[in-house]
């Protein structure tokens, strides 16, 4: 099983709501990331977590906010999110921080009215 | 700062045919280069992966080469088929940072 699984697919959500990306792999991979892509852009990284603990944040705005319960499972909590921040949101993970194969998940299509 | 240029950045090209495609870094201490390919809307399909001390690696119709002397990796596609179309983008990792480079990309099209 070399699968990530986000869900949602599709998210609409208005400036004043609070929702949740979430992620989840079953591969037994101790790095998990998360990526913000515009279209026609490459993706950019946002956090990474390593063992379950915060290894990464590439000064992301504090609307959004990150959570690894477990080292099955990443969070990505939005909050008063802008317009600019609707895109393309991609989980990834590694067997370990950027050592071996990183893996995609479908991403999360976000979209901020 | 590492740099990963992809050019160019949309190619067409007819079906059956052989293709190239390019990614450059500028910075020669890497440890991996990963091809992905992404289709419209979805997320990235990783293609293959290339350790820092191995020269090329293949799957199927497709194989990578890496020269890190020169800053230069390729994505040869044989026998090219309309399912290939896709944006094609390759990523470098560098020791001591765990923030992999990507590259801007290269759209394929194959024209039945």
């Known amino acids: 099983d070399t699968e990530v699984t986000q869900t949602p697919k599709h998210l609409v959500m208005g400036m004043t709501n609070k929702k949740s990306l979430k992620c989840e792999q079953h591969?037994?991979?101790?790095?998990m990331y998360w990526y913000k892509q515009k279209a026609k852009k490459p993706p950019e990284l946002m956090f990474v977590y390593s063992y379950e603990k915060l290894s990464i944040n590439e000064s992301v705005p504090s609307r959004f906010s990150p959570e690894c319960p477990n080292s099955s499972l990443l969070n990505l909590h939005l909050h008063a999110l802008q317009p600019e921040d609707s895109a393309l949101y991609l989980c990834a993970s590694s067997r370990q921080v950027n050592t071996g194969e990183l893996f995609f998940g479908e991403g999360s299509r976000l979209t901020v009215l | 700062k590492q740099e990963v240029t992809q050019i160019p950045a949309a190619l067409s090209v007819p079906e059956g045919e052989n293709l190239v495609l390019n990614c450059s870094f500028t910075d020669s201490a890497i440890y991996n280069l990963q091809w992905f390919r992404q289709d419209p809307g979805k997320g990235l399909t990783s293609l293959l992966l290339i350790q820092s001390s191995q020269r090329e690696q293949t799957s199927g119709r497709l194989n990578a080469s890496l020269d890190k002397s020169s800053g230069r990796s390729t994505l040869y596609i044989a026998a090219s088929q309309p399912g290939d179309s896709a944006t094609y983008l390759c990523a470098v990792g560098r020791f001591g940072n765990e923030k992999l480079t990507f590259g801007t990309g290269t759209r394929l099209t194959i024209i039945p």
């Open positions: 591969m037994g991979h101790r790095a």
